[in-house]
């Protein structure tokens, strides 16, 4: 099983990335997705989630409005677009795939906000 994140980066305040997590050696299409953060010497913390089928997605009240979780079953990859970036957003962003108990993490892709 391998979830591979990337699309991160620097950028300054306002900007915009999109990150990307492909996965592969696990059925991409029956699993949720999720996208954490952590930033250093804090807790993880929840961004957002998109069910299975793409149907329904969910924002960390910090996120909405600015990031858009989207997913393509054919391509096994999820995608977090982010906008308005602020430095606050600097974290690494890691992908997690749950269905269940069954759960897989990527190793996570950095991106820092910074003028």
């Known amino acids: 099983v391998q979830l591979v994140e990337s699309g991160g980066g620097l950028v300054q305040p306002g900007g915009s990335l999109r990150l990307s997590c492909v996965a592969s050696r696990f059925t991409f299409s029956n699993y949720d997705m999720i996208w954490w953060r952590q930033a250093t010497g804090k807790e993880r913390e929840w961004v957002a989630t998109i069910t299975d089928s793409g149907g329904s997605t969910y924002y960390a009240d910090s996120m909405k409005g600015r990031f858009t979780i989207s997913r393509d079953n054919a391509k096994n990859t999820v995608y977090l677009q982010m906008n308005n970036l602020k430095p606050e957003d600097t974290a690494v962003y890691s992908c997690?795939?749950?269905?269940?108990?069954?759960?897989?993490w990527g190793q996570g892709t950095q991106v820092t906000v910074s003028s």
């Open positions: 997690n795939a749950a269905r269940g108990i069954s759960t897989y």
